[in-house]
Every structure is written in C-alpha cells, then in structure tokens.
C-alpha cells in the first residue's frame, strides 16, 4: 500500500508469476484477476460476473468465471473460501512467503478481509495433534470465525448502553 498504484504491481506481479506456464495469464483472467482485487473482499462467481462487466464491460459465463478462478486458484492468485462459497484475491506481496502460510482473517460483521501469514510450525503442530486422532488434514486451509476491529469496537459501544 506504500506504491501509489499497487494494482498495476499486483497485475505485474501476477504476470510473473504464472510466466513461463503451459496455459497463460490470458488478459481475460487478469481481468477477472483485477476484478476480485479491486472488490477487496470475497465475492462469489455470479458477483464477479457483475464486477467483471462492470469494470471491463465484458460479459462472461458461469462456466468460463469457473475455469478462470480454477486457473486462478492453481496459481495462487485466488482462494476459494469454502465455507462462504466465496473467492478471494491474493495480493503477490502478501505474507505468504518465508515460513509462513497465508490465512484470511474475514469479518463476519462487515466482511473485511486480512490476509495473515502464520507461522508454518503452528500448523505442522496442528497437523500432528490431527494424524494422532487417526484422521487425516485433507486441507491445511484454516477459516476462522472473526470480527474486525472497527466492528468489535461498535459491539462495545452498543453492549455499554
Ligand atoms: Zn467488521
């Protein structure tokens, strides 16, 4: 956020990292890319329908945005949040480099997203506590329940009446 046109990075970043694969960073997908980043939180594919032709006057399928985020998501350029049904931009800056593993932070309130890196060792624990219950971590992917600082504050305020 320090760049006065992180987008343009992103997109250029975006374009780096999926250089030199078979099927390519297509400007339709960049597009669809862009689309996610600019909305700022998680939309479903029929939102990002309506963003996509808003922003690039383009009309796409259900089944084309599909394949686009099933690209997308193969280059970890987005995330698909299960459990709200819902896909994420990854900005390429984010934490995910080093040791760490990139988790969302979502409101449940207002939506707001943050990305967060957790240290890799807290989840490999998790991961051992799990494989000695006998069952098996299909998915390292963590969602977890939260609510933002703005709206914590608000439920504060609201409970002090
Ligand atoms: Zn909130």
Known sequence: MQNNHPLTNWQAKARQMCAG???ELTPKRLEVYTA????GHPLSAYELIDEVKHHFERQLTPISIYRM???LEQKHLVRKL???GKYIAITPNGPSA???VLQFLICRECGEVKELGIDQRILVELKTCIDLSGFRLSNLELELDCVCTNCSTHTDADTGK
Not at 36 to 39: E, S, V
């Open 69 to 71: 985020l099933e690209f």
């Open 36 to 39: 996610l980043l600019q909305a």
């Open 98 to 100: 080093n040791q760490q």
């Open 82 to 84: 299960k459990s709200a």
């Open 21 to 23: 694969a078979e099927v």
